[in-house]
């Protein structure tokens, strides 16, 4: 294994056997790279915990709850993931959120002489989220100002923008259904399934296709059992959770977009040439530009997701509540969405983590938020236990990091 | 050994200052396919300004840039790319969080309709061009490049040169970060790329290892020409003296002009 050429390795194509792979698992482990080992640990270290606290925690209607309760922050978390990989942060995306809520609210009030249809109002506000991403993604790349401060200045200004747009009377209604749909429409049983269909015979083909290719490419194609227990754990993991939801009053809209949001996104950042260029900024911005990439222009794009991921967040925050109010992006929503993020294992040095970390982290944040309002505690005991997950994820991130730069020389 | 009659890349007489700081003076060089050519001089001689000029990172104030004996001009690092010259810079050629074909393949990724990277061909590639140099000490492609040696990581930097067809490389200082046997391994891997036929230029303060793999020296000092040597012709002792005193044995002196 150690001394095993290129040429020997493929010699030796076709499976890995699982004693190779554990062998393999444990080196990598050993390197530092943890994988989602510990966002799974804590889940279900967490869920145990509550479980034996309350009966209401581990119920059909408070799992169905919960996703409503994480879609906002978790689709704002991975436009997060986004600005982590290539090692800038984006602070504004809370009031960001908001400013895209007022957007969304304004542009649907009757009579006003702008009444647009509720979808063309929730894509002007995903649209003013990315223009915001646009402007403070060139003060970063072009001027070189650094994000931190670009970002902070927008957590001040839209902020103000919010309060200006509102005026004295400090809150919108939304009447619009497909606005209002959003956070609250439920999918019937057979979409539901359907879903859960979906999803797996498309994970089942992705990873089949990958098979076949590297096998007729005389690659390694990785162990053929595992492969297949991979597609049956989160197939089998997305019918669960359809099935719970359909127990209670079915599968939330929300859940879907979310779901989606991740998929899409998780494929444009391990799949295609631009999220090649992402992790390549990230891991050495002047490699990167050596090697030809446009390194200005995939820092604005990526501010320009992260901005447009806070709009989405931001129209699903005011369909939750149908309206807007003074508010709107403020609160825990910009430190729950950087802490989703980084306790789903993405690295604030840039160039490591994964999409699915913001659904691992945006879970594992959501969950602690409910479970701890359902058994009672105060609001302190929310704010210091998150505190301290986040503290132990970044924890965790300096180790690996350490660790990785040891095995390296 | 000049059996080729018109040298692959040949500069003419270039200059470039900063400012007051003449950088290059009217500075001649070539290198022809096959050979390697050893640009060696003391800090502040010039070498990295003329590689950067060649590159296209600086422009050139004066002086000419012929590329198989026709004139180009080269504005960008993409002009330089085009013409198939290549620069590996000492340690700032790879990202250390992607694995080996993701850094071979930087800024050059294959992909398909759906915008998909086509990972398997890039894989099966990576591996050939690794064994065609006899790169065989990387266990997996597919491990990150932080988990590699520093000789690994130059070879990886040296080959993703090569894989692109390139007719000129630049090695910037390849061994001045190594320990022995990683050095050994590199210069072994310089020599393959002249067997395989490319131009290849060394730059190095070390003599030794200038020694081993050059076939010619250019010697610069000051901004300065001091001459070109054959290796088969000349000594350590004759080199160190070009490169601190400037004293270029008569016979050389300007023999590429």
């Known amino acids: 294994m150690s001394t095993a ?13 699982l004693g190779e792979l554990v062998r393999g698992r444990w080196d990598a482990l050993k390197g530092g790279d943890v994988g989602n080992l510990p966002v799974v640990i804590g889940l279900i270290g967490i869920t145990l915990f509550f479980t034996s606290k309350t009966d209401v925690f581990f119920s059909a209607v408070n799992f169905t709850n919960l996703i409503g309760q994480m879609a906002g922050v978790t689709v704002i978390a991975v436009g997060v993931v986004f600005v982590l990989l290539i090692g800038e942060i984006d602070l504004s995306i809370g009031y960001v959120s908001g400013v895209a809520g007022v957007v969304v609210a304004e542009l649907q009030v009757p009579d006003s002489g702008h009444q647009y249809p509720g979808l063309i109002a929730i894509a002007a506000a995903i649209g003013v989220g990315a223009a915001i991403g646009l402007l403070q993604g060139s003060f970063v790349a072009l001027i070189g100002v650094p994000s931190f401060v670009v970002t902070l200045a927008g957590l001040l200004a839209w902020q103000g923008v919010i309060i200006h747009a509102l005026g004295t009377e400090g809150v919108i209604g939304i009447q619009d259904a497909y606005i209002n749909n959003v956070a609250n429409y439920v999918l019937s049983e057979n979409q539901g399934w359907a879903i859960a269909i979906v999803f797996t015979v498309g994970y089942a083909a992705a990873t089949i296709g990958t098979y076949v290719n590297r096998r007729r490419a005389g690659l390694r194609t990785g162990n053929v059992i595992l492969a297949v227990a991979r597609v049956l754990f989160f197939g089998g993991l997305v019918f669960a959770a359809v099935a719970v939801c359909n127990h209670s009053r079915g599968v939330p809209l929300v859940g879907l977009i979310m779901l989606a949001v991740v998929v899409v996104a998780a494929y444009v950042a391990a799949r295609t040439p631009f999220g090649r260029h992402v992790y390549a900024v990230g891991g050495n911005a002047e490699a990167a530009r050596r090697a030809g990439i446009n390194v200005k222009l995939i820092k604005i794009i990526v501010f320009m997701i992260s901005g447009a991921m806070a709009g989405l967040g931001g129209v699903i925050f005011a369909s939750r509540l149908n309206s807007v109010d003074l508010t709107a992006g403020g609160g825990t929503i910009l430190l729950d969405a950087i802490s989703a993020a980084v306790i789903g294992g993405v690295s604030l040095f840039g160039g490591r983590g994964r999409v699915s970390g913001a659904l691992f982290g945006g879970l594992i944040i959501a969950i602690v938020a409910n479970g701890i309002d359902l058994v009672g505690y105060t609001d302190s005991v929310k704010l210091i236990t998150t505190g301290l997950i986040l503290l132990a994820a970044v924890t965790l991130d300096t180790v690996v990091r350490r660790r990785q730069a040891a095995v390296g020389r | 050994m000049n059996a080729q009659p018109v040298p692959t890349l040949e500069l003419r007489g270039i200059s470039k200052s900063f400012g007051s700081v003449q950088a290059l003076d009217k500075v001649d060089f070539e290198v022809r396919d096959g050979e390697v050519m050893a640009l060696v001089g003391d800090n502040g001689a010039g070498k990295s300004t003329l590689i950067k000029c060649v590159a296209g990172i600086n422009s050139i104030d004066e002086g000419q840039i012929l590329f198989d004996g026709k004139p180009v001009t080269i504005h960008g690092p993409k002009d330089a790319a085009k013409l198939g010259i290549e620069v590996v810079y000492q340690d700032l050629a790879l990202a250390d969080n992607l694995d080996v074909v993701q850094n071979m393949y930087l800024g050059r990724e294959e992909r398909d309709l759906l915008f998909r990277l086509k990972e398997a061909p890039m894989e099966q590639r990576t591996s050939e061009t690794l064994s065609s140099l006899a790169v065989t000490t990387i266990n997996s492609v597919r491990q990150p490049v932080a988990t590699l040696s520093g000789g690994q990581r130059q070879s990886v930097a040296v080959a993703r040169a090569v894989m692109w067809n390139n007719r000129v490389v630049f090695l910037d200082e390849p061994t001045a970060a190594l320990g022995v046997a990683q050095t050994q391994q590199v210069l072994a891997l310089v ?22 793999v050059a076939d ?8 300065h020409n001091v001459g070109v040597y054959e290796k088969a012709n000349t000594t350590q002792q004759e080199i160190v003296q070009a490169i601190t005193a400037g004293r270029a044995k008569p016979a050389e002196a300007g023999a590429a002009s």
């Open chain 1, 5 to 17: 050429a290129p040429a020997e390795v493929e010699a030796a194509a076709g499976g890995e056997s």
């Open chain 2, 191 to 212: 020599k393959r790329l002249a067997e395989q036929g490319l131009a290849v230029v060394i730059v190095s303060h070390n003599l030794v290892d200038i020694f081993e």
């Open chain 2, 216 to 223: 010619r020296i250019t010697v610069l000092r000051l901004g």
